[in-house]
């Protein structure tokens, strides 16, 4: 009996050790890895030439990678691009880096903003990665700091997500976040000041917003990986339908799939209060902005008949 025990409770302490450990698991994706698996998705590879690429080029599937080389001569637009995305880090401590993409039915979607009601029948499936290695581990980990400042500006709490969606230790970390699309839109739906507002735009423009809403579903998810000095970005997703390109690009990609961790419903029902917040404090500051200039007018045209 005391064997048993004994069996039971290391069982249970390895696999303590296994939840924890994999908790904490950073994907590390290299360089040449990242090339790799671009040729075996059977990307098309495309130069780093300054024109973008074309939409039909997406459906099909794109990638391109960077050497030293290409990162010398393109030193100016990489470090605006790294400004941009507020790290402060050199263009010179950038040793490579690589991006691809593929997605479908975007056009589809582009037609469908004409009309709201053809939402409910667009099928979009997309997903892009993004490689970068750096000279430095911590040149690296200044990504996850600007993560880390980014979800204080959105007033996110580092302390509300779970450690499947965020971590960070000496030289590695991560940042996960998935939205399942029917709960978010459950969530607006619940929403008393967004359903009124539908409600009323809806008897405008003869759309069923509650309708459409609660008909849609699929995925947006993202995660970005630190480990060492190789940093790995890969996000997509998709609309009425399931998220396969994220799912392929993750898997063939070696990386940990955003899509398979759960939605964080505390902090997008948050996120959704503190936008409506935003937007009727914008509105009252609008029509309080109107009722003074109208005032100002009777005013005026007051002393005038005087």
Request: charged residues 30%.
């Given at each position: 009996?005391?064997?048993?025990?004994?069996?039971?409770?290391?069982?249970?302490?390895?696999?303590?050790?296994?939840?924890?450990?994999?908790?904490?698991?950073?994907?590390?994706?290299?360089?040449?890895?990242?090339?790799?698996?671009c040729e075996k998705l059977k990307l098309e590879e495309f130069e780093?030439?300054?024109?973008?690429?074309?939409?039909?080029?997406?459906?099909?599937?794109?990638y391109a990678v960077a050497d030293d080389d290409v990162v010398e001569?393109?030193?100016?637009?990489?470090?605006?691009?790294?400004?941009?995305?507020?790290?402060?880090?050199?263009?010179?401590?950038?040793?490579?880096?690589?991006?691809?993409?593929?997605?479908?039915?975007?056009?589809?979607?582009?037609?469908?903003?004409?009309?709201?009601?053809?939402?409910?029948?667009?099928?979009?499936?997309?997903?892009?990665?993004?490689?970068?290695?750096?000279?430095?581990?911590?040149?690296?980990?200044?990504?996850?700091?600007?993560?880390?400042?980014?979800?204080?500006?959105?007033?996110?709490?580092?302390?509300?997500?779970?450690?499947?969606?965020?971590y960070s230790g000496k030289n590695d970390g991560y940042l996960r976040?998935?939205?399942?699309?029917?709960?978010?839109?459950?969530?607006?739906?619940?929403?008393?000041?967004?359903?009124?507002?539908?409600?009323?735009?809806?008897?405008?423009?003869?759309?069923?917003?509650?309708?459409?809403?609660?008909?849609?579903?699929?995925?947006?998810?993202?995660?970005?990986?630190?480990?060492?000095?190789?940093?790995?970005?890969?996000?997509?997703?998709?609309?009425?339908?399931?998220?396969?390109?994220?799912?392929?690009?993750?898997?063939?990609?070696?990386?940990?799939?955003?899509?398979?961790?759960?939605?964080?419903?505390?902090?997008?029902?948050?996120?959704?209060?503190?936008?409506?917040?935003?937007?009727?404090?914008?509105?009252?500051?609008?029509?309080?902005?109107?009722?003074?200039?109208?005032?100002?007018?009777?005013?005026?045209?007051?002393?005038?008949?005087?």
């Open positions: 009996m005391k064997k048993i025990k004994a069996i039971v409770c290391v069982l249970a302490l390895a696999m303590t050790a296994s939840v924890f450990a994999g908790c904490s698991k950073t994907s590390k994706v290299s360089a040449e890895k990242f090339e790799k698996a780093f030439d300054g024109d973008a690429p074309k939409m039909d080029d997406l459906e099909d599937g794109i001569k393109q030193s100016t637009a990489i470090a605006s691009a790294i400004k941009k995305a507020g790290l402060d880090i050199d263009a010179d401590g950038i040793v490579s880096f690589g991006l691809a993409a593929k997605a479908t039915g975007l056009e589809d979607a582009k037609d469908s903003l004409k009309d709201p009601e053809d939402l409910a029948e667009v099928k979009i499936d997309g997903a892009f990665a993004f490689q970068i290695t750096f000279k430095k581990e911590k040149q690296a980990m200044d990504v996850m700091e600007a993560i880390e400042d980014t979800l204080k500006s959105a007033d996110i709490r580092v302390k509300d997500l779970s450690s499947k969606e965020y976040f998935h939205i399942d699309i029917a709960k978010l839109a459950k969530l607006i739906l619940e929403n008393d000041d967004i359903a009124d507002a539908l409600d009323e735009a809806g008897k405008k423009s003869k759309v069923d917003y509650e309708e459409l809403l609660g008909s849609l579903k699929g995925d947006i998810a993202i995660a970005v990986e630190v480990s060492g000095t190789d940093v790995f970005i890969i996000a997509g997703g998709a609309l009425n339908q399931k998220a396969d390109t994220l799912n392929k690009f993750a898997s063939t990609f070696g990386a940990t799939n955003p899509v398979k961790v759960p939605m964080n419903e505390k902090i997008c029902k948050e996120a959704l209060d503190g936008a409506i917040e935003t937007y009727i404090s914008k509105a009252k500051a609008a029509m309080a902005k109107v009722s003074a200039g109208n005032n100002t007018t009777t005013e005026t045209e007051t002393d005038d008949d005087e």
